[in-house]
């Protein structure tokens, strides 16, 4: 009966091979978990931007989000599930593209970077 306490060596070759597939693998699941990363901290960074964005601009002075702010306008909560991301940067450069009758004023003044960060606060349905 073999004596199943003796150790077996792995020829160095394949020790090799085994290593280098490891240090591989750890290496391509490395680098899919940094690009999850930097695509999170990129939104966290819109999601915030925006949020600042949405108190300066009192947005919350006409619209509510998740039961607080004013009532002249739309709440804000799961607009997502109404417009399309390029539906809300319409609306809010063009206010009176969709309703003749809106009092909200355009937002056309905003750069480029903070009117998509506002878009993506007003869009992600949470705070």
Known sequence: MPDLHTQTEI???RSTICF???VIGMWLGLAGCQQ????????????????????????????SRQGAGGSLGPALDRLYERLSPQEVETQLLTPRRRRTDSRMPSFAF?????L????AFVQAGRD
């Open 116 to 119: 998509r960060d506002l878009v």
């Open 36 to 63: 999850t990363m930097v695509a999170t901290n990129k939104e966290a960074g819109a999601h915030l931007a925006g949020a600042q964005l949405y108190q300066r601009l009192a947005c919350h002075g006409c619209h």
């Open 11 to 13: 020829p160095p070759v």
């Open 20 to 22: 280098s597939i490891v």
């Open 110 to 114: 905003l750069r480029t970077q903070e």
